[in-house]
């Protein structure tokens, strides 16, 4: 297909990555970015790139990719809660400051034949182009300028979260959560430079409007930065920021929004990012996403007739994955609004939790790669010695094999006898909402007494993940004996779910 005119909205990682591709595929073509903002020689905070992400930027352009990786600071992961900390070799986890990753987008452009226009803020309306890239991030004005054709929903979380940085470099990520006299807060931080980490910092809204920091937010005027917060988490953070300062770059509390859209194409116009969808940040894949929509973008006007048919393409493409992401995402999200209930259990414990949250990562695959995290507290979930856990694939049938007494019931396995369904003191549920809607709450406080909930409902995997996560949900709340329903084709995610304290026992439906 001849392309003669290509106009990028928006230079973020996204539409500069896109620029250049689509240039590269189409040298004859006129291809322009117009970003509102000036090239940002800055202080920027840092993005996470997985390696699998690596991969594929690899494969659509491998020169990039290199000056990306040489830009990035590799780093490994880690969680503390209170004195005891747990690390966890990652392979080629890498961390990238913002401002630098676009330096490198922006060159490799500009190195394509790429026209960027910095400081220009447009909109469809303003352009005629034989295709529109409209790469203009989570607030985008095209989506909402072309509300009808790309349908979008946007939902915001629960939580707050403020993104800023230190000017140190960690000695890996940390997940550290901690505990001020208004409630706790948990900071996801990680080194993305010699002398440089991200600090991304959570709560809950109780805690938030406690420290007054609902006051902080209404106060700090729009692009400056709530320093009352900063001080306040400087103090809290003290023992990971080792004695350095917290910085902020128009940082303040906001809550993430996540963006879907029915439609991410029409006419010549084609939404790519964070514009078309968002993915909560705890799984660090925006980035990733957008990047990644670019390549997906490049293919499919490479290999279709018309530019209709190729943006039919590259949606087809993409949806699949980005949907997937964003479901794992949104357990993630859930998982982190509700992580103080979970700083009980032993750190080991909780990362074996934190590993299962979304469903990605069995307990089988997460003690492979590190077994010196999962078998201690795979030790400490069933009471035993560590060198009683036994190896990676038998660990499934252990966790089930587990004895469990839970006040006057003992059960010598985590499946549950059939005549516990039936049995005085038990209460059968039927699950048909999601696990964090207000429905959930509103189930959970109606629920009549019981020594033991069942839940049942549909077959399929995430129906049965929401079961998992609302089991969690009223086992905390109640302290009753929790039993799920779930086809044996799912004992995997069973057992992740009893290893983390989500549920107590299984029944298996097939
Ligand atoms: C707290 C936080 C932490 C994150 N951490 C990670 C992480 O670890 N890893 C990861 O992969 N992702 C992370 N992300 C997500 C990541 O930042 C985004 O997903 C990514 O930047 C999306 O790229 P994009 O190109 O789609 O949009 P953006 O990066 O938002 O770029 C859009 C650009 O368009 C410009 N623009 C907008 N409108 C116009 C207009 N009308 N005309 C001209 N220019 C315009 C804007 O100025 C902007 O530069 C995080 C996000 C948040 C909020």
Redesign the pocket.
Known sequence: MKLNTIVV???????LYAARLLKLSHPDADVTV????VPDKTFGFG???ASRTQRNLRLADEDSLNAIVAASHPHEMSMRVGDAEVRLAHGELLAIGRATLLAVLQNYAHAAGVNLRFG????VADLDADLIVA????SS?TRTELAEAFGPEIIEGEGL?L?CGTEFALPSAIFTPVTTEHGTFVAHAYPYASDRSTF?IETDEQTWQRAGFDISTRETPTGETDQVSLDYLQKAFAQTLQGHRLIGNRTKWLRFRTVRCRSWHTRNVVL????AH?AH?SI???????MEDAIALDRALLEADDVDEALAAYEAERRPSVDHLQAIAERSMAWWDSFPDRMTMPVEQLMIAYMTRAGKVSVERFAESAPQVANPGLAAFAAVDVVDVPPPAKLTEWILDQALTAGEQRFVNRIAPEALRTAVGTVQIDISVRPWSNAATKLIVDLPPAATYWLTGPDHREAILDRLDIAERIRRETGAVLVVDLPAEFRADAAGAIASDRVDLVAFTS
């Open positions: 909205l928006g230079g973020g990682p996204g539409g117009y970003e509102q903002g993005v996470g790139l220009e803020r447009r909109t790469a203009d991030g989570i004005a979260y993104w991304l790519l990012g964070d514009a968002t940040y660090g894949s925006g980035t990733k996403l957008a």
